[in-house]
């Protein structure tokens, strides 16, 4: 049996791994760090926040009186290193092999979450769309990276989604929403979005993003999706700030 061996991208400490295993279980992290990671728990169903509620989706307060448009967020991480650094390489370092590793970790959460809730998987993933201003700065969207990995119908990847990246479009270039109070969120991401009357022939999909913050970029885009005609919109990203 062939025995080959990486750096954790963690601790740098050597990683044995077998090749009787398929790549999406060979993490490129040491089961050591693996366990420390920030994982999410004990978060809103709907949003993502952390909250104290019991009942059985876990849905905080505020989204029981007033729930955002998409259906529900689905995020394995916290935003807290060193998931944060390794989305920063991913979207500003060029570092877009890390794609791979953060679907890996995605899958590593989503398998036993999606068994436990019984959740049905969108026909089509969204990538958060970038203005085209910003995708000449940039010269990729770390979110459509991500999605790609998804839509690989290899053996390798166990959760394939098709990707779509020209169903939604942003109209206007939009300011980081984190660095905005309330009321400028709001006016800053009004009529940021369009999609295409295509996208109605899908029941449920799911916008996928790497982080939310606030959560108001991706629910704008969720009400357009929505009364398009869609059903369901669920949320995916990596990690929930």
């Known amino acids: 049996m062939k025995i080959f061996r990486q750096d954790c991208l963690t601790c ?6 077998q090749n009787d295993k398929l790549s999406y279980e060979k993490l490129e992290i040491c089961p050591e760090c693996l366990l420390h990671l920030p994982w999410a728990k004990n978060n809103c169903y709907r949003c993502g926040l ?5 009942d ?5 307060e505020q989204c029981r009186e007033n729930p955002p448009y998409f259906d529900r967020l ?12 390794m989305i920063m390489q991913l979207k500003f370092g060029r570092c877009v092999i890390l794609a791979k590793t953060l679907h890996k970790l995605f899958l590593n959460r989503f398998a036993a979450d999606f068994k436990a809730a019984q959740h049905n998987v969108p026909q089509m993933i969204i990538p958060m ?5 910003r995708m000449r700065q940039r010269g990729y969207n770390q979110s459509y990276a991500l999605a790609r990995c998804f839509a690989d119908k290899s053996r390798l990847n166990p959760l394939f989604v098709p990707v779509h990246d020209r169903l939604a479009w942003r109209t206007k270039p939009t300011i980081a929403q984190s660095s ?9 991401i009004k009529d940021a979005f369009a999609v295409s ?12 993003d790497d982080v939310v913050t606030t959560g108001a970029t991706a629910n704008a885009l969720a009400k357009v999706i ?10 995916w990203c990596i990690a929930r700030a």
């Open 74 to 85: 689905f995020a394995p991480f916290f935003y807290q290193m060193p998931i944060a650094e």
């Open 12 to 17: 740098y400490q050597k990683i044995t791994h």
């Open 197 to 208: 009357p295509q996208i109605a022939q899908y029941q449920h999909v799911a916008i996928l």
């Open 129 to 133: 769309p970038l203005h085209k201003k």
């Open 56 to 60: 059985d989706f876990r849905t905080c």
């Open 50 to 54: 952390v909250t104290l509620a019991l």
């Open 180 to 188: 905005l109070d309330k009321q400028d969120r709001q006016k800053n």
């Open 226 to 235: 929505k009364v398009a005609g869609v059903d369901q919109v669920d949320l």
